[in-house]
């Protein structure tokens, strides 16, 4: 079993910052896709960035221009900076890796944004 593990989160004001990371084994990080989900109280889980093997980014529109989503592959962690944070931010962050039709979750970290 494959484990991923994030980090980072917390209680953070409304225009603060926060940045969340995710630890993966050696063996998958530097060949699988990965990104960052996230789940809002009562909503389904939604995607928030993703950024391939190669590098290559996407962000849903909701968080564009705010976030960035970046892979330390000697490190074999993934980060994703959040800047503006605001209320509808809240939610559990989780950090998923696939590949070849398989796929990983990490346990999730809370972030939530609030005055």
């Known amino acids: 079993q494959v484990q991923l593990v994030e980090s980072g989160g917390g209680l953070v004001q409304p225009g603060g910052s926060l940045r969340l990371s995710c630890a993966a084994p050696g063996s998958i990080f530097s060949i699988y896709d990965m990104g960052w989900w996230r789940q809002a109280p009562g909503k389904e889980r939604e995607l928030v960035a993703t950024?391939?093997?190669?590098?290559?980014?996407n962000y849903a529109d909701t968080v564009k221009g705010r976030f960035t989503i970046s892979r330390d592959n000697a490190k074999n962690t993934m980060y994703l900076q959040m800047n503006s944070l605001k209320a509808e931010d809240t939610g559990v962050y989780y950090c998923?890796?696939?590949?070849?039709?398989?796929?990983?979750w990490g346990q999730g970290t809370q972030v939530t944004v609030s005055s």
């Open positions: 950024i391939t093997s190669g590098g290559w980014t």
């Open positions: 998923k890796a696939e590949k070849y039709g398989y796929s990983y």
